[in-house]
Structures are given as structure tokens and as C-alpha cells.
């Protein structure tokens, strides 16, 4: 496992000290709850977003728009910091990418909670609720924050939370929020010129002509007499 | 024949010339058509745009990647089709500009997209150009549902030809049953197929269904300015010069960017990138934007005098005056304004002596499915962006089986589908997750690149028929920003569709399976569970029906109002069935052959 704090990017603190608050009192109330696997059905939810209004209807398509440009973010510096941490576990580096935190895609997620739309708001209490019961938990088992236990705690405390919800069991917030914050991370992750390279994606370029598949693919599959146009 | 104060195509309400031939509402494929045809033949036209000016050749993002888009170009109200999608001002809600549905149930609801921008929804289209076929202007005649037009694919046929050369349309003659083949010099060659949609193709034929080249307005290559200016506009050097120069404007396709966020290199059609450069070109046409109608007053004849609108800069009402008023607001917004055109003479609204106007609104039946093709796992690397959307659809293949009885609903429906190695969004990858456990760490990115590009989509594509459920009218409490009264819409799918849209599915599972694929759920037995709610395939028409006498239609054979002579309707109001092919092709050989018939009128003096 790579050491994700390591090799992303510095993570500078930021401004909004106030969400910052609310949310961290959002995340002790969350700490009472710490032995319980299901935060979802006890703890308070988190404040609304604001009086945020979201990019309009007439947003320029053209300039390129950064995490925060159109609304306020939501997460703590140590949210910020642990919701790194997590990407790097989601996505670690390896010889054809580099770590999920590399491309910034914890400020994605961060946006994402933070967008004043129905479907984010529907995340944004699951993620942080979520993010608040995994830093909960790493302190209580390792005395550390999530970000700075080592990646074999880290480790196992996504193997925990990647499992299924027992039947039966009630609402599971854990598996719930992980399998939400990873596919958030994949899609911030794919989403970026770099992930896109990784995954196969090797269009978004000017042609002269279309060529249609590879003929060697298209004869594997036993396409050929497909060819017709 | 009229001064205008300057020579200036935008124009404000100060500078509106005092009179014009015709006055056209709205910009879209509509409007757009229309203001063509009638300004390239020397007419003097005021178009009137609810929306802003937008220049696609500036505005259009057309290598933008989703990281620098807010939320990775997520899909949010703002923007419904995600953030890079061409439309401005609009969406399912417009701010101001509100609507209503008669009833709290969801399923007899109607949802209503718009744009309030030069060039309307033409913008962000999906670009697929279907011809009605014969059936389809008949549709009565075949199984007694329905209304028939009063018009024949013969009497269109010219239409399409001329607006298939005109927008540039890729797609090849298939000799397939009521899909009609195109004369030789209309269309331009299909782009080849991707791997998913041969594969498809390969297994549709177990399954009895066709897969050809869709037909999309999009230039493969450059369009023959050469010959194609003479065959439009036989006997008008000047509108041949203005168009041939026009043509070597607008570039083939580079194979990137996705149609529907427009285009700055004109290589597909909408309003704004094929219609209005020339037209403008001509100096013909006077364009006003964020001009919203609210009214087509008359005198005391009955005759429309031109249109009453607001400049939305002010609030301020201001009049402009035409020989004609075309209306090509969309067919919702086209009832509107002729219901809010209350006068002494038509106190009902104007065009509204049957009482007819609003009635008969149809949209399109859609249902979906999807699965993953192991087939198309761990592909080599390839660019499959080709001509940014469909290059394969399946057109209605059941004809005989639905005239024996054997379908249990009346109408076809066609398939669009998706497949292959798109540009990656704000959706994560596919990648499955075995015993429900969510799979992360190393082995999540070597799984993300084995399944990418191997999952396929099916989107059926129906008709409608023509319900006296499904209508719209004046909300009696409700107006907008303005003061005007809004539009309230009733809703009712049919058993036709409901069971069509359930056929749909089933057949796409069974799909999915030929590919190989697994089915993670069972298909819909209940069609209500499979179908879209009304207006959410955007492909709304009727209203303002076309008819073949002024008791049962609005319109007659030439998109006139039977009441008032000097309107005509050019959108897609005067659709008198919804077929299940796209709606946007006919729309403009419609406007072309309603500017057609205005020219000649005009000419002899009738109007």
C-alpha cells in the first residue's frame, strides 16, 4: 500500500470556518454513537447547505471551474484530510496512475457534499455522517485519526466497511457511505484527463477520419461480416 | 418594401423596423426553417427569441474535460443533461416561467423541457433525423386509432430531400418497411460502426431485429456546395451564392466532442449553426432575443396585425407588426400564446373555434435497459467517439406481427442504443462488486479498466397515440413573471403504450442475453414501471393538429390556422400522430413547405 499523506499535494487549510464548526459538532454528536454500527438512524443530520445558490442556468461552458468556485465547501480541515486518506485506499497509486488525492478528488467529493442540488444534499449527510463515524472509530482503535494511522489500520477498516450489511441488521450507514464514497472517488478520479489515460479512454482528440474498431478486434470477435458501412 | 431605421440583423425594440412580410416566433428547427426559406426567397422577416443570443462558434466547450466542469458535469436541475450540455436559460423548470399539472399523480403528469436561448433546443438536440413513412401520416387508415393527417408522405417527401441537403444528414437507404429511402445527393456516408453496436447487430439477427446506420444531421464530410445550392433554390442566384458560401463555413466533423453540446465548428446541424447565418446573410432578417409573446392580436377583419411582446430587459410590452405571423415556439408554447390571444372576435383564443387548441398532445413512449457484455471486456485500446452520438439504431421491425394482432399495443417503436468507450463523467465506471462486497484498493483500478467500454444501453423509442387524456390549457390562477397566464397540462398513457414500453424492455433483456450479457433484474411486466413520464423524451407535438376541416383540427393541410389566415403554425403543434421517429425532420420539412406555401400566398396577394 502506498502512503497516500505522502505523495499527493499539500493539503492547505481553508476558509469557512464556520460550516467547519457545525460540521465538526456534527461529527462529535456522531462520537456518542461510536459502538454503534448504524450513525444513519441516530445521529443529527448535518446543516442543510446554506442559502447557496448552485451555477444557474447560464454558466460559462467554456472557462474551466474549480471545487468551491460556485459554492462553499463543506469539509473540516480533518474531514479534508481523512476524506484524502480514504481516496488513497479507494485509489491507491500504481505504474499507470498515480493516488486518487493526486488529482484532488477528496475536493470532489467535497464539492459534491457541498452542492446546493438534490441528489448532493441526498449524499452530503451520508458522506460526512459517514467520514465522521470512520475518524470515530480510528481514534478509538488506533489513537489516531484515519489520515495518520498506519495503511494497515487503514486497511482494515475499509475491509470492515466494504462488507455487506448483514440481513437483517438495520440501516448499515458504514457499507453504505463507503460504497457511496467510493464510487464518488471513481468518478472524480476517471473524470480527470489522467484517470481517463488509465482506464482506456483515448478519445477527446481531432481525427481526419473515423476508423471504426480495430480489424484484429473486430475478426476475435467474429464480427466481420458485421462490416457493412 | 419596408424602410428599416439601420441595417442591423440584432435588433432592439427601438430599432424593430415598423413593418415586416412576416413576423416568426421563435428560433429553433422551426422558426429557424422557416425564417430560411422565406428570407432566402426575399421576404422580410422579425424573428422573435424568448431567450438570449448564443453564439455556438464561442460558447460551445468542445474539449472541455469534466474536471474543470462544476461537480465533474454531473446532471443537476440547472442543467439536466449534465453541465456541458448546450442548453441556456432553461431546463424542466424555467425560473419565471412556471407550469402546472392538473393532477398530483406523477403518472398523469407532464414534464416540460425548454431552452430560452438563439437557436431553442435545436442546440442540444440529439441530431437523429427520421423520416415519417407512409404509414405515419396515416395512421387511422391502418388500425382506426388515431387521427389521419390530411397530408401524404408524398406531399413531404420533396421536404425531407431539401432538408436532408440543406442540414447535412449521415445514413444509408436500407429498403426497410415504412422507413423511407432518400434520392441519391441527400445523404452523406454513415460513419462506421463501433464494436458494441456490431455486436449487436450480429446478435439482433437471432432475435429477428435489424441494426442500420442511424440517420443523424451531422456532416461526415463537407457538404457539395456545388450542387446542392442550385437543387434548393432553383431560379434565386443570390440565395445559391448566400448558401454555397455558407456551406464551406461549416466543417466536417473531427470526431470529437459530444453533439450535444453544441458545435463551433458547425459540423452538425442546429438552428443557430445552418439556418440563421445564411438567412442573416441575406439581410432579410431582423433577429429580436429575449422577446417573450404574449400575444397575436387581430383587427377588425379577424386578421392578425402581428405579434404583442415583452422585452424581458424591461417588462415593457411593445408591438410589431407583419403581413403573417408564423408561430414556431414549440407546440406547448405555440397553444399558449394562441390561448392568451383573447379577443373580442375569438374569445375562446385565437385559431380555437373547434376548441381544439391544446388537445391531442403527444409525446414520445420511451423505456430503457441496460447490462455489461463480458464479450467486450478488456477491449484493446480504441477511440470510439466518432460522430458524438448514434451511428446504429433498429427502426420498427414487427409490422406484420402488430397487424395480426399478435402485440397487444397498436404502434412501433424504434431502438437507439449506446455502447462502447465514451468520454468518462460524474458516473463511476462499472465495475461489479461479487457478494456484495465493495471492492477498493489496487484491484478496483485493474477492474474499472477490464470492465470499461464492455457495458450496453437500450433506449426504446415509441409512438403515441393521440389521447383526449393528454392535453394542455390555461391555468386559471397561475401566470408567470409577466402576468401571463401559464399552461396547465393533463397526462394519460394508453395501454398502447404502457404495453409498448413493456415490450420494450423484454426485448432489450433478451438482447442483453444474445450479447451474452446477464440480466441482474427481470424486465418490467407492468408497463407502467418501464415507461417514461410524459415529456421526458422531449418530443412533445400536437395542439394545434392539423385536420382536414375547421371542426376537428386547428390547422389545415398547410399549417394555417383555420380561423385566422395570416397565422400559420410551423413547430410541431400541427403533428396530427407522433411516429416514433424523431420529430425534429419533420418539423423543418414542414416549415419549409408552411414558408413555402406563405411565399405563394403573399405573391397572389391572399395573405
Given at each position: 500500500?502506498?502512503?497516500?499523506?505522502?505523495?499527493?499535494?499539500?493539503?492547505?487549510?481553508?476558509?469557512?470556518?464556520?460550516?467547519?464548526?457545525?460540521?465538526?459538532?456534527?461529527?462529535?454528536?456522531?462520537?456518542?454513537?461510536?459502538?454503534?454500527?448504524?450513525?444513519?438512524?441516530?445521529?443529527?443530520?448535518?446543516?442543510?447547505?446554506?442559502?447557496?445558490?448552485?451555477?444557474?442556468?447560464?454558466?460559462?461552458?467554456?472557462?474551466?471551474?474549480?471545487?468551491?468556485?460556485?459554492?462553499?465547501?463543506?469539509?473540516?480541515?480533518?474531514?479534508?484530510?481523512?476524506?484524502?486518506?480514504?481516496?488513497?485506499?479507494?485509489?491507491?497509486?500504481?505504474?499507470?496512475?498515480?493516488?486518487?488525492?493526486?488529482?484532488?478528488?477528496?475536493?470532489?467529493?467535497?464539492?459534491?457534499?457541498?452542492?446546493?442540488?438534490?441528489?448532493?444534499?441526498?449524499?452530503?449527510?451520508?458522506?460526512?455522517?459517514?467520514?465522521?463515524?470512520?475518524?470515530?472509530?480510528?481514534?478509538?482503535?488506533?489513537?489516531?485519526?484515519?489520515?495518520?494511522?498506519?495503511?494497515?489500520?487503514?486497511?482494515?477498516?475499509?475491509?470492515?466497511?466494504?462488507?455487506?450489511?448483514?440481513?437483517?441488521?438495520?440501516?448499515?450507514?458504514?457499507?453504505?457511505?463507503?460504497?457511496?464514497?467510493?464510487?464518488?472517488?471513481?468518478?472524480?478520479?476517471?473524470?480527470?484527463?489522467?484517470?481517463?489515460?488509465?482506464?482506456?479512454?483515448?478519445?477527446?482528440?481531432?481525427?481526419?477520419?473515423?476508423?471504426?474498431?480495430?480489424?484484429?478486434?473486430?475478426?476475435?470477435?467474429?464480427?466481420?461480416?458485421?462490416?457493412?458501412? | 418594401?419596408?424602410?428599416?431605421?439601420?441595417?442591423?440583423?440584432?435588433?432592439?425594440?427601438?430599432?424593430?423596423?415598423?413593418?415586416?412580410?412576416?413576423?416568426?416566433?421563435?428560433?429553433?428547427?422551426?422558426?429557424?426553417?422557416?425564417?430560411?426559406?422565406?428570407?432566402?426567397?426575399?421576404?422580410?422577416?422579425?424573428?422573435?427569441?424568448?431567450?438570449?443570443?448564443?453564439?455556438?462558434?464561442?460558447?460551445?466547450?468542445?474539449?472541455?474535460?469534466?474536471?474543470?466542469?462544476?461537480?465533474?458535469?454531473?446532471?443537476?436541475?440547472?442543467?439536466?443533461?449534465?453541465?456541458?450540455?448546450?442548453?441556456?436559460?432553461?431546463?424542466?423548470?424555467?425560473?419565471?416561467?412556471?407550469?402546472?399539472?392538473?393532477?398530483?399523480?406523477?403518472?398523469?403528469?407532464?414534464?416540460?423541457?425548454?431552452?430560452?436561448?438563439?437557436?431553442?433546443?435545436?442546440?442540444?438536440?440529439?441530431?437523429?433525423?427520421?423520416?415519417?413513412?407512409?404509414?405515419?401520416?396515416?395512421?387511422?387508415?391502418?388500425?382506426?386509432?388515431?387521427?389521419?393527417?390530411?397530408?401524404?408522405?408524398?406531399?413531404?417527401?420533396?421536404?425531407?430531400?431539401?432538408?436532408?441537403?440543406?442540414?447535412?444528414?449521415?445514413?444509408?437507404?436500407?429498403?426497410?418497411?415504412?422507413?423511407?429511402?432518400?434520392?441519391?445527393?441527400?445523404?452523406?456516408?454513415?460513419?462506421?460502426?463501433?464494436?458494441?453496436?456490431?455486436?449487436?447487430?450480429?446478435?439482433?439477427?437471432?432475435?429477428?431485429?435489424?441494426?442500420?446506420?442511424?440517420?443523424?444531421?451531422?456532416?461526415?464530410?463537407?457538404?457539395?456546395?456545388?450542387?446542392?445550392?442550385?437543387?434548393?433554390?432553383?431560379?434565386?442566384?443570390?440565395?445559391?451564392?448566400?448558401?454555397?458560401?455558407?456551406?464551406?463555413?461549416?466543417?466536417?466533423?473531427?470526431?470529437?466532442?459530444?453533439?450535444?453540446?453544441?458545435?463551433?465548428?458547425?459540423?452538425?446541424?442546429?438552428?443557430?449553426?445552418?439556418?440563421?447565418?445564411?438567412?442573416?446573410?441575406?439581410?432579410?432578417?431582423?433577429?429580436?432575443?429575449?422577446?417573450?409573446?404574449?400575444?397575436?392580436?387581430?383587427?377588425?377583419?379577424?386578421?392578425?396585425?402581428?405579434?404583442?411582446?415583452?422585452?424581458?430587459?424591461?417588462?415593457?410590452?411593445?408591438?410589431?407588426?407583419?403581413?403573417?405571423?408564423?408561430?414556431?415556439?414549440?407546440?406547448?408554447?405555440?397553444?399558449?400564446?394562441?390561448?392568451?390571444?383573447?379577443?373580442?372576435?375569438?374569445?375562446?383564443?385565437?385559431?380555437?373555434?373547434?376548441?381544439?387548441?391544446?388537445?391531442?398532445?403527444?409525446?414520445?413512449?420511451?423505456?430503457?435497459?441496460?447490462?455489461?457484455?463480458?464479450?467486450?471486456?478488456?477491449?484493446?485500446?480504441?477511440?470510439?467517439?466518432?460522430?458524438?452520438?448514434?451511428?446504429?439504431?433498429?427502426?420498427?421491425?414487427?409490422?406484420?406481427?402488430?397487424?395480426?394482432?399478435?402485440?397487444?399495443?397498436?404502434?412501433?417503436?424504434?431502438?437507439?442504443?449506446?455502447?462502447?468507450?465514451?468520454?468518462?463523467?460524474?458516473?463511476?465506471?462499472?465495475?461489479?462488486?461479487?457478494?456484495?462486497?465493495?471492492?477498493?484498493?489496487?484491484?478496483?483500478?485493474?477492474?474499472?479498466?477490464?470492465?470499461?467500454?464492455?457495458?450496453?444501453?437500450?433506449?426504446?423509442?415509441?409512438?403515441?397515440?393521440?389521447?383526449?387524456?393528454?392535453?394542455?390549457?390555461?391555468?386559471?390562477?397561475?401566470?408567470?413573471?409577466?402576468?401571463?397566464?401559464?399552461?396547465?397540462?393533463?397526462?394519460?398513457?394508453?395501454?398502447?403504450?404502457?404495453?409498448?414500453?413493456?415490450?420494450?424492455?423484454?426485448?432489450?433483456?433478451?438482447?442483453?442475453?444474445?450479447?451474452?450479457?446477464?440480466?441482474?433484474?427481470?424486465?418490467?411486466?407492468?408497463?407502467?414501471?418501464?415507461?417514461?413520464?410524459?415529456?421526458?423524451?422531449?418530443?412533445?407535438?400536437?395542439?394545434?393538429?392539423?385536420?382536414?376541416?375547421?371542426?376537428?383540427s386547428v390547422t389545415n393541410r398547410w399549417s394555417q390556422t383555420w380561423d385566422v389566415k395570416n397565422v400559420f403554425v410551423a413547430d410541431g403543434g400541427v403533428f396530427a400522430s407522433n411516429a416514433d421517429k424523431n420529430p425534429t425532420l419533420t418539423i423543418m420539412a414542414l416549415a419549409w413547405r408552411t414558408a413555402d406555401r406563405i411565399l405563394d400566398q403573399m405573391r397572389r396577394g391572399d395573405v
Open positions: 500500500m502506498s502512503e497516500p499523506m505522502k505523495s499527493g499535494p499539500p493539503l492547505a487549510p481553508r476558509m469557512d470556518r464556520r460550516l467547519a464548526i457545525k460540521w465538526m459538532l456534527a461529527a462529535g454528536a456522531g462520537a456518542l454513537l461510536a459502538d454503534s454500527l448504524a450513525f444513519s438512524a441516530a445521529a443529527p443530520a448535518g446543516p442543510t447547505p446554506g442559502q447557496a445558490e448552485g451555477y444557474g442556468r447560464d454558466a460559462d461552458l467554456v472557462k474551466e471551474h474549480r471545487p468551491g468556485d460556485f459554492w462553499p465547501l463543506t469539509f473540516s480541515e480533518a474531514e479534508r484530510r481523512d476524506a484524502a486518506a480514504l481516496s488513497d485506499m479507494v485509489l491507491p497509486g500504481d505504474d499507470r496512475s498515480p493516488s486518487a488525492s493526486t488529482l484532488g478528488v477528496h475536493d470532489f467529493i467535497d464539492e459534491w457534499v457541498s452542492a446546493p442540488y438534490p441528489t448532493q444534499a441526498n449524499d452530503r449527510k451520508l458522506i460526512v455522517d459517514g467520514l465522521g463515524w470512520m475518524g470515530t472509530q480510528s481514534r478509538k482503535r488506533f489513537a489516531a485519526a484515519f489520515a495518520d494511522a498506519t495503511p494497515e489500520q487503514r486497511l482494515s477498516l475499509c475491509q470492515e466497511m466494504a462488507q455487506p450489511a448483514p440481513a437483517g441488521s438495520g440501516p448499515v450507514a458504514p457499507s453504505k457511505f463507503f460504497k457511496r464514497f467510493r464510487n464518488l472517488a471513481m468518478a472524480g478520479f476517471y473524470s480527470t484527463p489522467v484517470g481517463m489515460r488509465d482506464l482506456g479512454y483515448v478519445g477527446n482528440v481531432p481525427l481526419a477520419r473515423f476508423e471504426g474498431p480495430p480489424a484484429d478486434l473486430v475478426e476475435r470477435l467474429g464480427l466481420t461480416d458485421e462490416v457493412k458501412w | 418594401m419596408f424602410r428599416r431605421p439601420h441595417p442591423m440583423a440584432f435588433v432592439t425594440p427601438s430599432s424593430v423596423a415598423e413593418a415586416y412580410d412576416v413576423i416568426v416566433v421563435g428560433s429553433g428547427a422551426a422558426g429557424g426553417q422557416a425564417a430560411y426559406t422565406l428570407t432566402m426567397e426575399g421576404a422580410r422577416v422579425l424573428m422573435l427569441e424568448a431567450g438570449r443570443n448564443y453564439d455556438p462558434r464561442t460558447e460551445t466547450p468542445m474539449f472541455q474535460t469534466p474536471n474543470g466542469a462544476p461537480l465533474r458535469g454531473a446532471p443537476t436541475p440547472d442543467k439536466p443533461f449534465g453541465f456541458f450540455d448546450a442548453t441556456v436559460g432553461g431546463g424542466w423548470t424555467v425560473p419565471g416561467e412556471p407550469y402546472t399539472n392538473a393532477s398530483e399523480d406523477e403518472s398523469q403528469q407532464f414534464q416540460w423541457y425548454r431552452a430560452r436561448m438563439l437557436g431553442g433546443r435545436t442546440n442540444h438536440w440529439a441530431r437523429h433525423a427520421l423520416r415519417n413513412g407512409p404509414y405515419d401520416f396515416k395512421p387511422h387508415s391502418r388500425d382506426g386509432l388515431g387521427f389521419d393527417w390530411p397530408i401524404s408522405y408524398e406531399d413531404v417527401a420533396p421536404y425531407y430531400d431539401k432538408v436532408e441537403m440543406l442540414i447535412g444528414v449521415y445514413g444509408t437507404n436500407e429498403g426497410l418497411e415504412n422507413t423511407p429511402d432518400s434520392p441519391e445527393g441527400c445523404l452523406l456516408p454513415p460513419p462506421k460502426a463501433r464494436i458494441g453496436e456490431l455486436l449487436a447487430r450480429q446478435r439482433g439477427r437471432k432475435l429477428g431485429i435489424p441494426v442500420v446506420p442511424i440517420r443523424r444531421a451531422v456532416l461526415t464530410r463537407p457538404l457539395d456546395h456545388e450542387a446542392i445550392p442550385a437543387k434548393l433554390h432553383p431560379g434565386n442566384p443570390r440565395a445559391q451564392r448566400i448558401l454555397a458560401e455558407d456551406m464551406q463555413m461549416r466543417a466536417a466533423c473531427f470526431w470529437a466532442t459530444s453533439c450535444g453540446r453544441g458545435c463551433a465548428i458547425r459540423a452538425n446541424y442546429q438552428s443557430t449553426t445552418v439556418h440563421l447565418p445564411p438567412a442573416l446573410a441575406t439581410g432579410n432578417l431582423d433577429i429580436l432575443t429575449g422577446a417573450m409573446v404574449r400575444e397575436v392580436p387581430v383587427d377588425a377583419a379577424g386578421r392578425a396585425t402581428g405579434v404583442v411582446y415583452i422585452d424581458k430587459a424591461t417588462g415593457n410590452l411593445h408591438r410589431a407588426a407583419a403581413r403573417v405571423v408564423v408561430l414556431a415556439a414549440s407546440a406547448c408554447e405555440t397553444v399558449r400564446l394562441l390561448l392568451n390571444s383573447k379577443s373580442n372576435r375569438f374569445p375562446a383564443g385565437l385559431g380555437n373555434s373547434s376548441g381544439l387548441v391544446g388537445k391531442y398532445i403527444m409525446d414520445t413512449v420511451g423505456a430503457s435497459w441496460g447490462g455489461q457484455i463480458p464479450l467486450l471486456e478488456n477491449l484493446p485500446l480504441h477511440n470510439e467517439d466518432g460522430a458524438g452520438g448514434l451511428h446504429v439504431y433498429s427502426p420498427w421491425w414487427l409490422y406484420k406481427e402488430q397487424r395480426a394482432g399478435k402485440l397487444g399495443f397498436a404502434r412501433g417503436y424504434h431502438v437507439e442504443f449506446g455502447t462502447g468507450r465514451g468520454m468518462p463523467g460524474a458516473n463511476a465506471p462499472y465495475v461489479a462488486d461479487p457478494d456484495g462486497v465493495t471492492r477498493f484498493g489496487p484491484g478496483l483500478k485493474e477492474d474499472a479498466r477490464r470492465y470499461y467500454g464492455s457495458q450496453v444501453f437500450f433506449s426504446g423509442r415509441g409512438e403515441m397515440i393521440p389521447n383526449a387524456d393528454s392535453f394542455c390549457e390555461l391555468d386559471p390562477k397561475v401566470v408567470d413573471l409577466w402576468g401571463v397566464p401559464v399552461l396547465r397540462f393533463h397526462w394519460k398513457w394508453s395501454e398502447h403504450e404502457v404495453r409498448q414500453a413493456a415490450h420494450m424492455q423484454k426485448t432489450f433483456a433478451d438482447w442483453i442475453e444474445a450479447m451474452g450479457g446477464v440480466n441482474r433484474r427481470k424486465p418490467a411486466e407492468d408497463g407502467t414501471r418501464a415507461i417514461e413520464p410524459g415529456g421526458k423524451v422531449i418530443h412533445e407535438v400536437g395542439g394545434t393538429i392539423m385536420g382536414s376541416d375547421a371542426a376537428t
